[in-house]
C-alpha cells in the first residue's frame, strides 16, 4: 500500500536526523571505541533506520542498513572487537544511506555497486566470526568441561511470535525479525497459520501468519525482546525460558522438531514442556516468561506511541513558518499604525491597551522568529567528518574544536555558509596545518588545530576559523600573483591587500593540482557567497603562527527593533542592538572637526556625519545628535539631525536595483505610509576603517 507523501517526507527529515547522529556519535566513538553507550546508541539509531526504511517503502535502505546492523549487535555483545576497519566502513555506509533516502530508481541504480561492496566487507566480517564460533564449539564437543561451561552459559528459550493482521500496513519486513532473532544464537523456526478466512475474503494486505520458535543463546531476555521493539505494540509476543542449557546438542530435541514442523502440528505451551522433558531428563526445567498482548481472546495489547517515545519537539516546516512570520509583520505595521492614533488622540484607557498590545506584538514576533534561528552545531558534524576524512588523507593530525556552537542564524544564511565554511576548513587542512615531521621540526605538537568560535557582536554574527599552522606567505602570495597576471610586477601593495588577492577568481599557491586544491577556484567563491547575504570575510596571517579568517554575518531577521532618526527630511533607522549611547554636539564644531574626531567618555572615536555620507545640500540644525555604534568592541558615531524614538521595524528587500547601494540593507512600512531605510552599519564602517580607533 502506498502510504501519502507527506508521511515519506516526515520520515526522511527524522531519518537525516537520524543519520546525522549516527555519524557524530561515530566521530566520538572513533576516541573511544569501548564507550558501550555509544554502541548501543548506533545500534539503536541503525535499527530505527531499518525499521523506519521498510515501514515507509525505502526497502534498498532497510536492506541495506540490516548488514550493518548485525556487525553491531555482535559488537555490543562483546562477540567481536570494535575495529578502525568497522568504524571506517560505518562512515562510508552513512553517506550511502544518505544516498538511498531517495525514490529515483536511476539514482538508487548507481549506489548498488557501492551498497555491495560495503555489505561484502560486512559480511566478512560476520562470516569471519561465524568461523571463529564452529571452531570453538569443535573444541567445546572435545573437551567434556568446556561443554558443560558453554551449556551453563547457554539458556533455551521457546518464543511464540503472532504480528497481528494489521502489521502489513505499516511496512514492516517480518522476516527481518525473524533474522535479526536468529543472529542471537542457534534457532529453529516453525511457521503456523491462524484463522484465514474462506478464500473469497482473504485481504492480500492482512497477515494470517505466526512463529513458534526455538532459540538457543546466551542473552537476555531483554535483548530478545528489543528485536521486536518496533512491532510489539501490535503483536502477541511470548517469550519462555524452557531450559538453562542449549537443547540443540540434544538429537532427540532436533529430532523432535523436524518431527512437528513436517506434520505442521499446533505448538503450545504445555507441549513444549513435554518436548523438554523428553529431550533433557536430568537438568531441571525453568519456565520465566515475559508475554505481550493476548492472542486466545482475539486482543491485543496496544501501547500508546508516547510511552515509548517522550518527545518535546515538534517538527515544522519553513512553509508554515514563512506565513506566521508574515502575519506578524502585518500585525507590527498595524501596531504601529495604532501607536500614532494613541499619540494624536488622547482617549482615556487607549494608550494603556496600545502598551499591552505592543509588549505581545514583541513577544509574539520573537517567538516565531526564533523558531527560523539554526545552532552553527548543526553544521558541526559535517565539520567534523571533513576533518577526519581529509586529514587521515593527507597524513596530518588536525583537532577540530569548536566554541559557541550553540550562535543561532536564520536558516536562509545557514544554507549559504555551508559551503564556505566547509571549504575554508578545508584550506586549513591542506595549505595550513603543516605534516607530523614538519611540526615537529618547527617544535610544535604533532596534532594541528582548527578553532570554530561563533559568538553575536550588536547586529551581527561573528565567525571565526583559526589554524595553528604555516601561515600565509605574502611574499609568495604576491609572486603568485603576478605569475597569473592578476596585478602588474611593479604594484605597491599593503600587506592586507596582498591578503586580499587571495580572494581573487583563479588565485592558487598551490603548485599541483588534486582532488583537494590546485584550481583556483574556491575563495573568490567563498567570498561570494558570503557577500550574497550582506557580510564581510577578513583573513589574517603570521607566517609559521597560523591564520585567522573572519566572517561577520547580519542577523537576518525581517523584524527588529530599530532607533528612528532623521536626517534632514528623510528617515532612518538604526539597528538598536549596535547603539551603545546617543549624545548632543554643536553642528559648528563638527564642521570644524578637521579629522572628523570627536570625544566620548575620555576617549577619541571617529564620527561620520550622514548629511555629507547622504549629499544632504541643506543647513544643519545648529544642535545635532551624536549615536556611538559599537562594532566588535569598537566605537565610532554617526552624526543625525534628531533621534525620533524606539521603533518595530519590518524589514523589507530593497530589490536589485538598490543592489548598488553603499549603506542601506532593507527598508520598512512606517505606521503612517512612509519609507524608512534601514542603515548598515557594517557598511559604513567598512567604507571608512582607516578612522576607527580601538577604544
Not at 651 to 670: Q, V
Amino acid at each position: 500500500m502506498d502510504l501519502p507523501s507527506e508521511f515519506k517526507t516526515k520520515f526522511v527529515n527524522e531519518a537525516l536526523d537520524n543519520i546525522t547522529e549516527i555519524e557524530q556519535i561515530l566521530l566520538e566513538l572513533e576516541l573511544t571505541p569501548d564507550n558501550n553507550n555509544h554502541i548501543e546508541s548506533i545500534f539503536r539509531g541503525l535499527h530505527t533506520l531499518k525499521g523506519g526504511g521498510s515501514m515507509f517503502g525505502f526497502n534498498k535502505l532497510s536492506e541495506f542498513t540490516h548488514h550493518i546492523e548485525t556487525v553491531y549487535d555482535l559488537v555490543r555483545s562483546g562477540e567481536i572487537v570494535l575495529s578502525q576497519r568497522i568504524i571506517s566502513l560505518t562512515f562510508n555506509a552513512v553517506d550511502i544511506f544518505k544516498k538511498l533516502l531517495v525514490t529515483d530508481e536511476d539514482i538508487l541504480q548507481t549506489v548498488s555497486e557501492q551498497c555491495n561492496e560495503i555489505v561484502a566487507s560486512f559480511r566478512e566480517i560476520v562470516d569471519l566470526k561465524k568461523e571463529e564460533r564452529k571452531l570453538q564449539q569443535k573444541e567445546n564437543s572435545v573437551h567434556d568441561s568446556s561443554e558443560d561451561n558453554l551449556k551453563e552459559a547457554t539458556a533455551t528459550y521457546y518464543i511464540h511470535f503472532y504480528p497481528g493482521k494489521n502489521i502489513l500496513k505499516n511496512g514492516t519486513n517480518l522476516l527481518y525479525l525473524i533474522d535479526d532473532l536468529l543472529e542471537l544464537g542457534e534457532g529453529f523456526v516453525i511457521p503456523g497459520l491462524g484463522e484465514v478466512p474462506d478464500f473469497n475474503e482473504i485481504n492480500p494486505k492482512q497477515s494470517y501468519i505466526y512463529w513458534d520458535i526455538f532459540l538457543a543463546t546466551n542473552k537476555e531476555v531483554s535483548e530478545i525482546s528489543d528485536v521486536f521493539i518496533f512491532v510489539e505494540s501490535e503483536s502477541t509476543l511470548e517469550i519462555h525460558k524452557v531450559s538453562n542449557t542449549n537443547l540443540f546438542t540434544s538429537e532427540q530435541f532436533v529430532k523432535t522438531l523436524n518431527e512437528i514442523a513436517s506434520r505442521n502440528n499446533p505448538i503450545n505451551l504445555p507441549s513444549v514442556k513435554k518436548l523438554v522433558h523428553k529431550s533433557q531428563s536430568v537438568n531441571k526445567t525453568e519456565f520465566k516468561s515475559k508475554t505481550k498482548g493476548n492472542k486466545g481472546n482475539k486482543k491485543y495489547e496496544i501501547d500508546s506511541f508516547n510511552n515509548h517515545n517522550s518527545n518535546n519537539s515538534v517538527r515544522v516546516s519553513t512553509e508554515k513558518i514563512d506565513v506566521l512570520t508574515s502575519l506578524v509583520s502585518e500585525l507590527v505595521i498595524v501596531q504601529e499604525q495604532l501607536n500614532l492614533i494613541s499619540a494624536a488622540n488622547q482617549v482615556p484607557g487607549l494608550q494603556s491597551a496600545t502598551d499591552s498590545l505592543q509588549k505581545l506584538t514583541s513577544q509574539l514576533r520573537d517567538g516565531i522568529l526564533n523558531m527560523s534561528l539554526i545552532p552553527i552545531n548543526s553544521l558541526v558534524v559535517r565539520f567534523q567528518r571533513l576533518v577526519r576524512d581529509l586529514s587521515s588523507k593527507l597524513g596530518k593530525k588536525v583537532k577540530l574544536q569548536i566554541e559557541g556552537g550553540d550562535t543561532e542564524i536564520d536558516k536562509s544564511m545557514i544554507d549559504n555558509l555551508s559551503d564556505p565554511l566547509l571549504h575554508i576548513i578545508r584550506n586549513c587542512i591542506d595549505h595550513g596545518i603543516e605534516s607530523p615531521q614538519v611540526r615537529n621540526a618547527k617544535g610544535k605538537p604533532e596534532t594541528g588545530h582548527i578553532q570554530l568560535k561563533a559568538f553575536y557582536s550588536g547586529a551581527n554574527v561573528i565567525i571565526k576559523i583559526e589554524d595553528d599552522g604555516q601561515g600565509i606567505d605574502l611574499y609568495k602570495v604576491k609572486e603568485k600573483a603576478i605569475e597569473r597576471n592578476l596585478i602588474d610586477a611593479n604594484s605597491d601593495l599593503s600587506d592586507q591587500e596582498i591578503m586580499n588577492l587571495i580572494f581573487t577568481s583563479g588565485f592558487s599557491t598551490s603548485e599541483n593540482i588534486t582532488q583537494v586544491s590546485g584550481r583556483g577556484v574556491g575563495m573568490d567563491v567563498v567570498r561570494q557567497n558570503i557577500n550574497a547575504v550582506k557580510g564581510t570575510v577578513k583573513i589574517d596571517s603570521e607566517k609559521n603562527v597560523g591564520t585567522t579568517i573572519t566572517i561577520t554575518l547580519p542577523l537576518v531577521l525581517s523584524i527588529i527593533d530599530g532607533l528612528l532618526i532623521r536626517v534632514f527630511d528623510s528617515q532612518y533607522i538604526i539597528p538598536l542592538s549596535v547603539v551603545e549611547h546617543i549624545f548632543f554636539k554643536e553642528s559648528l564644531s563638527l564642521d570644524q572637526s578637521i579629522q572628523e574626531i570627536v570625544e566620548f567618555k575620555g576617549t577619541k572615536i571617529p564620527f561620520l556625519n550622514l548629511r555629507k555620507e547622504l549629499n544632504v545640500d541643506a543647513p544643519p540644525p545648529e544642535i545635532m545628535q551624536m549615536i556611538v555604534i559599537n562594532h566588535h568592541g569598537d566605537f565610532f558615531a554617526l552624526a543625525v539631525d534628531k533621534v525620533i524614538g524606539k521603533i518595530q521595524s519590518v524589514l523589507k528587500p530593497l530589490g536589485k536595483l538598490y543592489d548598488e547601494n553603499k549603506y542601506f540593507s532593507a527598508a520598512t512600512i512606517m505606521g503612517d505610509g512612509s519609507i524608512a531605510l534601514l542603515l548598515d552599519t557594517n557598511a559604513l564602517v567598512y567604507a571608512f576603517d582607516s578612522k576607527i580607533l580601538v577604544n
